[in-house]
């Protein structure tokens, strides 16, 4: 518990609600510099069919994580050893899970 607060008690210190963290700001815009960088990355491990699956798999998923959000719903796994191989039916119906 913060010193001086009671049990219940209204929250002093600290910044106040919707103050930006200056210091998470500051990490998060030198990150930014990479981004370029670090997609260019991801997408070489996806399309090297020299990598292990599982490193393309989460370069793909990270790609399209990026590009469109977050699923909320769990993907399948595709046991396969490239996308090249899937239709594009199933190209859709993968995209469409990956958005929820």
């Known amino acids: 518990m913060a010193?001086?607060?009671?049990?219940?008690?209204?929250?002093t210190g600290g910044?106040?609600?919707?103050?930006?963290?200056?210091v998470t700001a500051d990490v998060r815009a030198a990150a930014q510099k990479y981004t370029t960088q670090a997609l260019d990355t991801l997408a070489a491990i996806m399309n090297d069919p020299t990598k292990a699956e599982a490193a393309r798999v989460s370069a793909a998923k990270e790609l399209l994580d990026r590009g469109h959000g977050k699923s909320s719903l769990p993907v399948e796994v595709?046991?396969?050893?490239?996308f090249d191989d899937l239709t594009a039916e199933e190209l859709l119906r993968l995209a469409g899970a990956l958005r929820g």
């Open 3 to 11: 010193a001086g607060r009671k049990p219940g008690g209204p929250r």
């Open 78 to 82: 595709l046991h396969r050893t490239a």
């Open 15 to 22: 910044r106040q609600k919707g103050t930006p963290n200056k």
